[in-house]
């Protein structure tokens, strides 16, 4: 299902540690995900509000058996094995719920504004987020523009890596402080940015104090949007903390996105 990855991947470093590996799932494998991709879409739910505008599918049951063969292995034992040889770190644990992950698409005007990653589950309370695997389903990437997945320093002054949204390149990324996202609104008037998302946790053993996403605006923001993209973000924690305790449905997410907007403002 995938190539000899201990074989492909690169390793760097700045400002974390992060591996790029091109062609990592086989081709037919990728052109069946790529083709069932748009169908494995229906009954999406929105991720629409003042940092984020794309859609996602987290439930895997309402995908293409192709995926979802794609995503059960990448949550094996032997893909693990795999994972924490090319990251050093021991003891991974994937999320087949699919918090936040599963399959994302965006289409032209949308974007995802420089973020520090969620670090906590809503569900297993002593979980702590570990790494990110991303995989790019875009077959036509030169007709994406403001596509790139974009690395910012710690303090947010410079984007310091680019990396575009190649068919079948995986990216994984250690998460506990790398700020990133695509935050220019995309122009692809005849395609869309699609990738899958797999994140990857430990068990610490102890209850972890909820850690929600944190966005922030860089100075390519204005400091208009930069005050709304903090507010936007404390509201995110604010319902991150309200379904770790009562355990909404991620379709709630949609009705408290829409009150967010009313409150900011839609740009």
Known sequence: ??????????????????????NFLKID??????K??????????DYDHVSQRKIGQTDLLKMHT???NVILFLC?????????????EKDLIPDLDLHGGGLHQTSTGGFLKIHKDFA?????KTWKR????????????DQLENANLEFWSDDLKDKVISIAPKYNRAVIFDTSNLFHGHPHPLNAPDEARKSIALYY????????KTQSTVYRGTKLDSSRERIRIYLDSFLVGIYNSLKRQFNFPDKFIQRFVYFAKFLLGKK
Do not use: A, C
Not at 1 to 22: G, Q
Not at 36 to 45: A, K, M, P, Q, V
């Open 120 to 124: 906590t589950h809503p569900k297993h």
């Open 66 to 68: 192709d995926i979802q």
């Open 29 to 34: 494998i990728i052109d069946k995900v790529h």
């Open 76 to 88: 094996s034992n032997k893909f693990i094995n795999i994972l924490e040889e090319i990251t050093g």
């Open 201 to 208: 946790f430990s068990d610490t053993g102890i209850s972890q």
């Open 1 to 22: 299902m995938i190539n000899d990855l201990l074989h492909t991947f690169h390793k760097y470093n700045d400002p974390h540690p992060y591996w790029i590996i091109d």
């Open 36 to 45: 069932s991709f748009d169908e494995s879409l229906i009954g999406n739910f």
């Open 130 to 141: 570990r790494y990110n695997l991303l995989i790019y389903i875009t077959k036509n990437t």
